[in-house]
């Protein structure tokens, strides 16, 4: 593979990517544009889908009869895991692939994604998330009621502390998964091939799933929250929803920040210093 | 890697660096003629057989070993995750196998979401479907044959609905588990991704696979999860109940609806191709 360094405008010619130019924080422009509108269609498929799926899943294994007729707590993080595989992947040349306000957050902190971007993705996600849990509980009324509705709340014997807590890291753990997959610099070493960047995603989803479930049922999405919230109606699930936005959130602010100034080192570039080896 | 952009004349982007193949002929009677076409039909036979072996014998095996009143213990076998990683493991192995034969299809929605977006002709379509039921059939048939009194017993792997679920919920259930499968098979195989991907199609069968994977997750529950017709239909024929088949209709009508939705989703929606020909929303030319 011959790689063309272009000359023009870069003062490390040792580098063999480019960082993209910083989102415009109102580019209005893309409100002209049928791309943006597309992307906004896909996030809500996408996030109704994944909804549908995963709150389904969960239904279904809580309607078992005997200990072992559902698909058990770990089939329950693989419907969470493998749906944002496949939703990420399918979505990302569309729309970025989110599914997740909290990954929008992320992004848009790091000015990969301008405010209006942002606002919308978020509405289509929450929007989306509605539909989907509305599906479920079409199909499945009486058990969805009777049955928590797929609602993430704290769990007896965890603090809101504590709940609030989980949400920060798993959701630090998932938006820092996304940050590293997307990464123009990675996507260089792997010799500019992003094909497995879904697979990280969906496995960081997973894995947080494994670890977070017995705490809170696992937010680290506010839409799938909000989505079970709208849905269920029930006062546990709404007294608790703040902490599936506010814990993500911030999640995600740690995550960009993280990326952004500690292992990019862009403030720190932009200073000046820190700079004896060119092709730091 | 050095991409070589063709000026091809009429095309209106000359910035793409991929080109959409043109749409696939309604009737093509020179493919008839060609052994390819007969190997893609003959892979897609084996294929379905495989798959409809390897996995009603899971459903089986799973149902054996956890029957407590007749010597099975409470949690035995696989369990159902064991049985959905079943049918989407097979289908990732299965479709890696032979996606450069036939397309990898294994699945007449599959096929026929493909036929509607203009990517298989009429008479090959036909020609997949019919390989594919009768690989079902011949699938099961194996498992029947190597241990027929506890197929008998335990359901043959038959698609139905479970008790306190309606037809309407059934059928929507395999509509938008199908829509998940074929938008994933749609997107798999965009030229417009391959060339995101830097024309690397190395996992296009892995999230196909994890689609199947997790809508088995979600409608086990609802329909033992049909989402394709083949597989149904092969259980239905070597099981051969009432009221597998009194349910049948479901599982052909529900997962063509699901393709056909996923195929105007995919074609209309996220490629636009009906407003490319309008010749609207071009603004930005690389749309």
């Not at chain 1, 509108?37 to 498929?45: N, Q, T």
């Not at chain 1, 479920?136 to 049955?147: H, I, R, S």
């Not at chain 2, 359901?155 to 395999?174: I, K, P, V, W």
Request: aromatic share 12%; hydrophobic share 45%; net charge positive.
């Amino acid at each position: 593979m011959s790689k063309e360094v272009s000359e023009e405008g870069k003062t490390h010619h040792g580098k063999d990517y480019v960082d993209p130019p910083p989102a415009p924080l109102l580019d209005m422009g893309e409100l002209k544009s049928w791309s943006f509108y597309r992307a906004l269609i896909a996030e809500f498929i996408a996030t109704l889908l994944f909804l549908y799926v995963t709150v389904a899943t969960v239904i279904g294994h809580k309607k078992q009869t005997g200990p072992c007729d559902g698909v058990g707590l770990l089939g329950i993080a693989w419907a969470f895991g493998g749906m944002i595989f496949v939703l990420v992947y399918c979505t990302a040349g569309i729309s970025g692939g989110h599914i997740n306000p909290a990954v929008t957050f992320g992004l848009f902190l790091a000015r990969k994604v301008s405010l209006v971007r942002a606002l919308g993705y978020m509405i289509a996600q929450c929007l989306g998330a509605i539909c989907g849990v509305g599906f479920v509980k079409a199909f499945m009324k009486t058990p969805y009621n009777t049955l928590g509705g797929g609602a993430n709340t704290v769990a007896d014997g965890y603090s809101k502390g504590t709940a609030l807590g989980a949400e920060i890291i798993g959701t630090f753990v998932l938006v820092y998964t996304v940050f590293s997959a997307t990464d123009p610099k990675r996507s260089a070493r792997d010799s500019h091939i992003p094909v497995l960047a879904p697979l990280p995603i969906g496995f960081a989803v997973f894995m947080v799933h494994l670890a977070t479930i017995p705490i809170t049922g696992t937010g680290i999405n506010p839409a799938r929250s909000f989505g079970a919230a709208v849905i269920y109606n029930n006062e546990k699930a709404w007294d608790d929803q703040w902490i599936f936005w506010v814990g993500p959130f911030l999640g995600a602010l740690a995550a960009a920040a993280y990326h952004q100034y500690i292992l990019r080192a862009s403030a720190i570039k932009a200073l000046g210093s820190f700079r004896s080896n060119a092709t730091n | 890697m050095a991409k070589d952009v063709e000026a091809v004349p009429g095309e209106g982007f000359q910035t793409r660096d991929y080109q959409d193949p043109p749409p696939a002929p309604f009737i093509d009677g020179a493919e008839l003629k060609k052994w390819s076409f007969y190997r893609a039909v003959i892979a897609e036979f084996v294929a379905t057989l495989l798959f409809l072996y390897i996995t009603v014998l899971t459903v089986i095996g799973y149902k054996i070993q956890s029957d407590t009143d007749a010597g099975g213990v409470d949690c035995g076998g696989v369990g159902i995750l064991g049985i959905a990683w079943a049918f989407g493991g097979m289908i990732f192995i299965l479709v890696y196998c032979t996606a450069g034969i036939s397309g990898g299809h294994i699945n007449p929605a599959v096929t026929f979401g493909l036929f509607l977006a203009r990517k298989v002709s009429l008479p090959r379509a036909l020609l997949y479907i019919i390989a594919q039921c009768l690989g079902a059939i011949c699938g099961v048939g194996f498992v029947k044959a190597f241990q027929s009194s506890y197929y008998t017993r335990y359901g043959g792997g038959a698609n139905s609905l479970a008790d306190g679920y309606s037809t309407g919920t059934g059928l929507a259930a395999e509509i938008i588990g199908t829509f998940v499968l074929v938008y994933t098979v749609f997107s798999a195989t965009d030229p417009k991704r391959s060339a995101r991907d830097s024309h690397v199609p190395v996992l296009a069968p892995l999230p196909i696979g994890f689609a199947v994977f997790m809508v088995h997750l979600a409608t086990i529950p609802i329909t033992g999860t049909g989402i394709n017709p083949a597989r149904s239909f092969g259980a239905a024929v070597i099981y051969n109940k009432s009221k597998p088949w009194d349910d049948h209709w479901i599982f052909w009508v529900g997962p063509f609806i699901g393709a056909a939705i996923a195929a105007f989703y995919h074609q209309f929606v996220l490629r636009a191709s009906g407003s490319k020909s309008l010749g609207s929303f071009r603004s930005a030319a690389n749309v």
